[in-house]
Nanobody, 130 residues
Framework: QVLLAESGGGLVQAGGSLRLSCAAS????????MGWFRQAPGKEREFVAA????????HYKDPVKGRFTISRDNAKETVYLQMNSLKPEDTAVYYC???????????????????????WGHGTQVTVSS
């Protein structure tokens, strides 16, 4: 069982920045593929960004490309989501997710699917005011 704990959410004005963190309880963190998802009120949970276990590969949802950056520090068992140029439409609860390794090459579109992830955090609220 992997426990994930997000932090760093809050209220920010449009154009501002936030950095989300997700700390994992798992010593085998470096083998896990990690992702960030978000869920706005009345909407389904949607993919935001993913990163491979090594950190060599990343994939982003189109609307956040160039504004958000996913990264990880395997020594600290933590994954980050740096969010710049925030917009009101980025308002949502942001969830961290972890997926067990697979025998297949890492493919970004695969890791954009919720079913690929085995563990989820409880989420952190991000609110962007206009």
């Amino acid at each position: 069982q992997v426990l994930l704990a997000e932090s760093g959410g809050g209220l920010v004005q449009a154009g501002g920045s936030l950095r989300l963190s997700c700390a994992a309880s798992e010593r085998a963190f470096s083998t896990l593929n990690m992702g960030w998802f978000r869920q706005a009120p009345g909407k389904e949970r949607e993919f935001v960004a993913a990163i491979s276990a090594s950190g060599d590969n990343t994939h982003y949802k189109d609307p956040v490309k160039g504004r958000f950056t996913i990264s990880r520090d395997n020594a600290k068992e933590t994954v980050y989501l740096q969010m710049n140029s925030l917009k009101p439409e980025d308002t949502a609860v942001y969830y961290c997710a972890a997926g067990e390794p697979t025998p297949y090459p890492w493919y970004g579109l695969s890791w954009s699917m919720r079913d690929m992830y085995d563990y989820w955090g409880h989420g952190t609220q991000v609110t962007v005011s206009s």
